[in-house]
C-alpha cells in the first residue's frame, strides 16, 4: 500500500514536469484540511480560502525548488501557516477589524445548552480562543493527526516545544470545557439523568 | 505515583507516547484515584473531539479562481520584458555602479582634505599662539643651538636628516624624552593629531649647560 507521502511525491514529480492534471490532485489532497487550518487561525473563511490560493500558487510557482528529502506536507503546511502568520502580523499593525468579525475572534461561540452536539462546536469556539503559538500547535496535532516530528518541522521548533505547546493547548481546552464535558461523562456513567422540570 | 506525576502524563496517554513501565504505573494510579480518572477523561474527550473537528467547506470556484491565478502568474513568467523596460534596466544598473564608484571617490578625497586641514590648523594656530615662526624639519637650527618655546621639532615619521637632528637634540639635552612623552600627548590631546610634532619648552642656553653639567 502506497503512504501519503509516496503518493505526494509521486505526484510533485508529475507537477515539476508542468502536469497541471498532477497539481488539481494535489490540490484535492490538501484544500480542505488548509483551509480548515488557516480558517482555525484568521477567523476568516474569505481570508482563508484567499491564502490557500496563494499557497497554491506558491507551489506551483516554485515547484521546481521543492526538496524531496522532506514530506511535500511538511513543505506545504510551513508555506500556509507562515502566509497566515504574516496576514496576522498585518493585522497586530493595522489594527484592522473587520465589521463581519465582530463576534469573539470572528467565530460563533454556540450556546452550551444546545446538546451534546454542541460540544464540538464548543471546542470550535475554545480553540479560536487560544493563543497562537497553541492554536498552530494544536490544529497540526490533533485536529490533522500530524506527527510530533512533522509538527516540529512546520513550525521550526524543537519537538519538546511542540509537545508541551500542545500539552498546554489541550489543558487550556479542557479547563474551558470542563463544565460540559463533566455533564457528558455523568451522563456516559448513568449517575445523572437530565430531569426537565414539567 | 503522584497525582501531580501522573496528570503530567495523561496528555503523553493520549498521544500514546509512554513507555510501558510509565503506562503501567498511570493505570495503576487512575485505579485509585477518582480525580485523576477524571482529567483522564477530559483529556480523552478532548483528543477525540479534535479529531471530529468540522472541516471548512470550500468554495465550489476554488479550483477554478485557483487556476485563473495560475494562468495569470504564468504569463506574466512567460511574457518577454518590453523594450523600454530592459533599457531602463540596463542604463540602470551601470548608472548605479557608476554613483557608487563616484561616492567612494569623493569620500577618499573629502577624508583626505579634511586630514590635512586638521593639520594647517595645527600650524596656524602654533604660529597665532607663541608669536613665533614655527620651525619645524630641516628649517630648525641645525647646529643644536638652544630653540625657543613654540619651535616644532618632528619627532618620528621624517625623512632621515630631520631624524638625525631629533637625535642630536636629545643627545645635546636641548629636550628630554620626558619632553617628547609630553609634547605627544598635548597634541593628542588637542586632538590635532601630528604624533610626528612636538613643542619644546623654553629651553636656554644656562639651563642646556646646567642639564650638561649633571
Given at each position: 500500500m502506497e503512504t501519503a507521502k509516496a503518493i505526494d511525491h509521486a505526484l510533485m514529480r508529475r507537477v515539476q514536469k508542468d502536469e497541471y492534471e498532477a497539481f488539481e490532485e494535489l490540490v484535492d489532497r490538501y484544500k480542505s484540511r488548509l483551509v480548515n487550518l488557516i480558517y482555525r487561525m484568521l477567523g476568516d473563511q474569505n481570508e482563508a480560502?484567499?491564502?490557500?490560493?496563494?499557497?497554491?500558487?506558491?507551489?506551483?510557482?516554485?515547484?521546481?525548488?521543492?526538496?524531496?528529502?522532506?514530506?511535500?506536507?511538511?513543505?506545504?503546511?510551513?508555506?500556509?501557516?507562515?502566509?497566515?502568520?504574516?496576514?496576522?502580523?498585518?493585522?497586530?499593525?493595522?489594527?484592522?477589524?473587520?465589521?463581519?468579525?465582530?463576534?469573539?475572534?470572528?467565530?460563533?461561540?454556540?450556546?452550551?445548552?444546545?446538546?451534546?452536539?454542541?460540544?464540538?462546536?464548543?471546542?470550535?469556539?475554545?480553540?479560536?480562543?487560544?493563543?497562537?503559538?497553541?492554536?498552530?500547535?494544536?490544529?497540526?496535532?490533533?485536529?490533522?493527526q500530524l506527527p510530533y516530528e512533522e509538527v516540529a518541522q512546520i513550525l521550526g521548533v524543537p519537538l519538546g516545544t511542540v509537545k508541551s505547546r500542545v500539552n498546554r493547548a489541550r489543558a487550556v481546552l479542557k479547563d474551558e470545557l470542563k463544565p460540559k464535558l463533566e455533564q457528558t461523562r455523568a451522563l456516559s456513567q448513568g449517575s445523572l439523568v437530565p430531569v426537565r422540570a414539567m | 505515583m503522584r497525582c501531580r506525576k501522573a496528570r503530567w502524563f495523561l496528555s503523553a496517554r493520549c498521544d500514546e507516547t509512554l513507555s510501558e513501565r510509565q503506562r503501567l504505573r498511570l493505570e495503576a494510579h487512575l485505579v485509585g484515584c477518582e480525580e485523576c480518572r477524571r482529567e483522564a477523561f477530559y483529556f480523552s474527550e478532548i483528543a477525540v473531539l479534535a479529531g471530529k473537528v468540522e472541516t471548512r467547506p470550500v468554495r465550489p470556484d476554488f479550483d477554478l479562481r485557483l487556476k485563473a491565478a495560475i494562468r495569470r502568474a504564468d504569463a506574466v513568467a512567460a511574457a518577454p520584458i518590453p523594450w523600454s523596460q530592459r533599457i531602463s534596466l540596463a542604463l540602470w544598473r551601470p548608472a548605479?555602479?557608476?554613483?557608487?564608484?563616484?561616492?567612494?571617490?569623493?569620500?577618499?578625497?573629502?577624508?583626505?582634505?579634511?586630514?590635512?586641514?586638521?593639520?594647517?590648523?595645527?600650524?596656524?594656530?602654533?604660529?597665532?599662539?607663541?608669536?613665533?615662526?614655527?620651525?619645524?624639519?630641516?628649517?630648525?637650527?641645525?647646529?643644536?643651538?638652544?630653540l625657543p618655546e613654540g619651535s616644532l621639532v618632528p619627532v618620528d615619521g621624517f625623512d632621515p636628516e630631520t631624524q638625525k637632528l631629533r637625535d642630536r637634540y636629545l643627545q645635546t639635552g636641548q629636550m628630554s624624552q620626558d619632553y617628547v612623552t609630553q609634547a605627544v600627548s598635548v597634541n593628542d590631546s588637542n586632538a590635532i593629531s601630528p604624533a610626528h610634532r612636538y613643542v619644546l619648552p623654553t629651553v636656554t642656553a644656562e639651563q642646556v649647560a646646567k642639564k650638561a653639567s649633571y
Open positions: 480560502e484567499d491564502l490557500v490560493q496563494e499557497t497554491f500558487l506558491r507551489v506551483w510557482t516554485h515547484r521546481q525548488d521543492y526538496d524531496f528529502s522532506y514530506c511535500l506536507s511538511t513543505w506545504i503546511y510551513t508555506i500556509a501557516l507562515n502566509l497566515a502568520k504574516n496576514e496576522l502580523r498585518k493585522r497586530r499593525k493595522f489594527k484592522f477589524f473587520s465589521l463581519l468579525d465582530m463576534s469573539e475572534k470572528g467565530i460563533e461561540i454556540p450556546d452550551p445548552k444546545l446538546g451534546p452536539s454542541a460540544l464540538g462546536h464548543m471546542l470550535e469556539g475554545a480553540i479560536a480562543k487560544l493563543p497562537v503559538t497553541y492554536k498552530e500547535a494544536f490544529m497540526l496535532r490533533d485536529v490533522e | 548605479l555602479a557608476g554613483a557608487a564608484v563616484l561616492v567612494l571617490v569623493l569620500g577618499s578625497i573629502g577624508a583626505y582634505t579634511l586630514m590635512h586641514d586638521d593639520e594647517a590648523k595645527y600650524l596656524d594656530s602654533s604660529r597665532t599662539a607663541g608669536g613665533l615662526t614655527p620651525q619645524y624639519g630641516l628649517s630648525v637650527d641645525p647646529n643644536g643651538a638652544a
